[in-house]
């Protein structure tokens, strides 16, 4: 809940919850810069040439300077958030050198109105002069008009959230009219605003600007995903969201290094930073996606309910962990039932397809809180370290093996011989073949190319899967992770001009990071060796979670799976047709329909493919060589029994299987998936721990060049997930991290002084040479291995 609904709630109710506080969410605005060049128009379907202000850069740059983020933080929030101009979370580990590139820019979270309002008017002058724009394009008393119209914003604002992003949008609004801007503010519920947004061409000009609101989606020491997410077009997130047809927003330089670092194409860590500071600086500069604010989110629990707190995730709150954790006390039939409430604005309850495959599907905070508990990802980043931690495969880390030096170019080049062994897909020959790279060919193509001497950066070796069964009581095997594999080859590649089994939007995702795999061995042993190109030298634990094997088969950045014969269902409903005549997609392409797991209609249409496939008995070709026909048929009959008795198609292999969902009360069950592979008390075991909270900076008002600067920092011992604290002792590592003009860091240890309390010191030598001025401070407290508690604070230097 917000914080407007938590501070309502009377003290003595307030006593009965326990109370799990975390910056889980954010605000941003997505703007709609078609065709982002000049002169900024484009001619629309109906015949009408339309002016668009946001086409322009710098009048989108401006827009940082226009809001004052502190405003909506202190009035809109009531406090319970902080300003955010980068899409990382304000004390997050690993986060504070993103936010010192805004700082560099001179951007400040309460803007700067006068500045802003003088770069818009300069920019839209300037585009005025633009010949083509003559005559046209010219201010008519408070607003800007094109040809006699007055130039608009089509603003979407969420209507369903009115005491939160309703109230951002019309002071937002406001603010752009003041810069002669005319605001069409369209207030829609999330239906309709993410149908327009997300699945609409940006060319229908049905909006131009969104108030968007985000779910931390997990705790993280990496950010280079969210870089990823958030700013290259190529993840599917940016205006268009990489579909054919569509008018598309570009970058190729922000696409290119974001692919580099979340794809390990790197040489060491400085070239990672370096790389992640450019495409931040690149992005707000580009501000086709602005972010506004980090927002602390109340999740509340009936304490008489349990007999322990759930794990939570630091970054992200109550999440897939807390419900696999959950210990709650019988009722009185002796059943253990969890009852958790989702508050979903009106509009529908998802905003998304349960679509496993395309990148769009499950993008929703509501479908993703179930489908999580539900799924087992082969490695997940842990909720109170954010470390990458296997869950459904084992490794020694003494198995992973990095060797990687500088190339002709710079680039890095793996000297690992790839075992003669290793197999990848082949989509053409739709066979798997070994010699055999896939990599980028030049001008933005990929190709299978012969190569007899392959190298790889890293190796895994002794890699094993733990199988366990599907929600349907079939074995998951061998066949489903080949089949995965496959799939992600063949649904990104388009081999020839009738190619039915290819999306554009999938292969925007998947095709750059599919030359990472050099091939993996199928040992004897039951074990798995994979070759690939990742390097992260920061940490082996993601190198080792990069090599990893898996039976998901799509759907990238999202925690789902099922089993190979719902993921082959849905190939035939997209390439092939349907029973009903339905023409499905892994895409939000309004044109068509997008597969959707639960809904009655494609899941009959999964039911009747079933059936052809039992009838036929249909084996893919990808994975002839471990699956019979016989074993087949009796995976598609075990499917076809699961969605005649429980109403849906989605076969995963977590904890907790779907076992009702009844539309009419926007009710879904979830119950207990019995033949799991680990025990319920496994993992709150594993994750309890002691964190450290800083609960104070004390900072000197003024610090004099010529003498120490004292830093006081208060410093508590938390329990994790219990939540209780105490005073911190002695083997707490707290740290004050300096950074200089130049963004250069010099670090200095605290001391301890007593219980919770300790003090470091800058000396004097080391602010003598400094300018006058404010500094960066960043605070960091930790135990061990656990997320480091972060406080940024300033020095005022004199």
């Known amino acids: 809940m917000n914080a407007k609904t938590y501070k309502g ?312 962990w807390s419900v696999r954790s959950v210990d709650v006390k019988p009722n009185d039939k002796g059943e253990k039932v969890l009852r958790v409430t989702q508050y979903s604005a009106r509009g529908g309850l998802f905003m998304s397809s349960w679509d496993p495959v395309g990148v769009d599907g499950f993008s929703d905070v509501y479908s993703a809180a179930i489908v999580e508990a539900c799924s087992d990802m082969s490695t997940f980043e842990s909720p109170n370290s954010a470390k990458d931690t296997p869950l459904r495969v084992k490794y020694d ?155 998901k088969a799509g759907n990238p950045g999202r925690q789902t799976v099922v089993s190979f014969e719902i993921y082959e269902a849905l190939a035939k409903l997209v390439a092939e047709g349907s029973k009903s005549g339905t023409q499905y997609s892994f895409s939000g392409d309004p044109s068509m329909t997008e597969v959707d797991v639960i809904n009655p209609k494609c899941v009959a249409d999964i039911k009747a493919k079933l059936q052809d496939f039992v009838a036929a008995k249909y084996v893919p070709d990808a994975i002839k060589q471990w699956i019979t026909p016989e074993q087949a048929v009796a995976r598609y009959n075990a499917a076809l029994a699961f969605i005649d008795k429980y109403g849906h198609a989605y076969i995963s292999n977590g904890p907790f299987f779907i076992s009702k969902v009844d539309y009419n009360n926007n009710y879904i069950e979830l119950s207990a998936f019995r033949d799991y592979p680990y025990k319920a008390d496994y993992f709150p075991k594993l994750f309890a721990t002691t964190l450290t909270r800083i609960d104070d900076v004390k900072v000197p008002a003024t610090a004099q060049k010529t003498s120490d600067a004292k830093i006081d920092i208060a410093v508590s011992a938390l329990t994790y997930p219990e939540d209780t604290a105490k005073a911190a002792d002695n083997k707490a590592k707290v740290t004050v991290t300096l950074i200089l003009a130049d963004n250069t860091e010099k670090v200095y240890t605290a001391k301890f002084v007593s219980a919770g309390n300790f003090q470091a010191v800058i000396p004097a030598k080391d602010l003598s040479g400094l300018k006058s001025g404010a500094y960066t401070l960043v605070v960091q407290s930790v135990f061990g291995t656990e997320a480091p508690s972060v406080q940024p604070a300033a020095l005022v230097l004199f």
């Open 397 to 551: 880390l003494k198995n992973v093996e990095t060797k990687v030096v500088a190339g002709k170019d710079g680039k890095p080049e793996g000297t690992i011989a790839v075992d003669p062994a290793a197999m990848i897909f082949n989509s053409k020959t739709k066979k798997w073949e070994t010699g055999v790279e896939y990599k980028d060919v030049g001008n933005g193509k990929y190709d299978y190319v012969k190569n007899a001497a392959l190298k790889s950066y890293s190796k895994l070796s002794n890699l094993e899967y733990i199988y366990g069964k599907w929600h349907d009581g079939q074995p998951v095997t061998l066949a489903d992770i080949m089949y995965a594999t496959a799939f992600a080859y063949e649904w990104a590649n388009k081999d020839g001009d009738g190619d039915k089994y290819f999306d554009e939007a999938y292969a925007s995702q998947y095709q750059s990071s599919l030359p990472i795999s050099k091939g993996v061995v199928l040992n004897k042993n039951g074990t798995f060796t994979t070759y690939f190109d990742f390097n992260w030298p920061m940490d082996k634990d993601r190198v080792a979670a990069s090599g990893t094997v898996s039976p």
């Open 9 to 320: 709630i009377q003290q003595a109710d307030l006593d009965k919850l326990s109370t799990y506080a975390v910056p889980s969410g954010s605000w941003s605005l997505l703007l709609n810069p078609i065709p982002n060049k000049a002169p900024y128009t484009f001619q629309h379907k109906d015949g009408r040439v339309i002016f668009n202000p946001l086409a322009i850069r710098e009048v989108r740059y401006a827009i940082n300077w226009l809001i004052d983020r502190k405003k909506i933080v202190d009035e809109i929030l009531l406090g319970a958030g902080e300003p955010a101009i980068t899409a990382q979370t304000p004390g997050q580990p690993g986060t504070y050198k993103f936010n010192l590139v805004p700082a560099k820019l001179g951007m400040t979270v309460r803007g700067n109105e006068k500045k802003a309002l003088a770069d818009i008017e300069a920019a839209m002058k300037a585009a005025a002069d633009l010949p083509e724009n003559k005559g046209k394009l010219a201010k008519t008393g408070q607003f800007w008009t094109y040809n006699g119209e007055p130039v608009t914003i089509r603003f979407i604002i969420r209507v369903d959230d009115p005491s939160g992003r309703l109230l951002e949008g019309r002071y937002i609004a406001d603010q752009l009219e003041k810069a002669g801007l005319k605001v069409e503010r369209l207030e829609y519920d999330r239906s309709k605003a993410g149908k327009l947004v997300y699945s609409g061409d940006p060319a229908a000009w049905e909006w131009s600007m969104y108030t968007e609101g985000w779910g931390a989606g997990a705790t993280r020491s990496w950010w280079d995903i969210t870089i990823s997410q958030m700013y290259s077009p190529y993840y599917g997130y940016m205006p268009g969201g990489a579909t054919e047809g569509f008018w598309n927003y570009e970058n190729k330089e922000i696409d290119d290094i974001a692919q580099k670092n979340i794809n390990g194409w790197f040489l060491t860590a400085d070239e990672y930073w370096a790389g992640n500071m450019k495409v931040q600086e690149m992005a707000l500069k580009e501000a086709v996606r602005i972010y506004v604010c980090s927002q602390t989110q109340y999740y509340v629990a009936n304490k008489a309910r349990f007999n322990a707190r759930m794990l939570y995730g630091l970054g992200d709150g109550l999440n897939n």
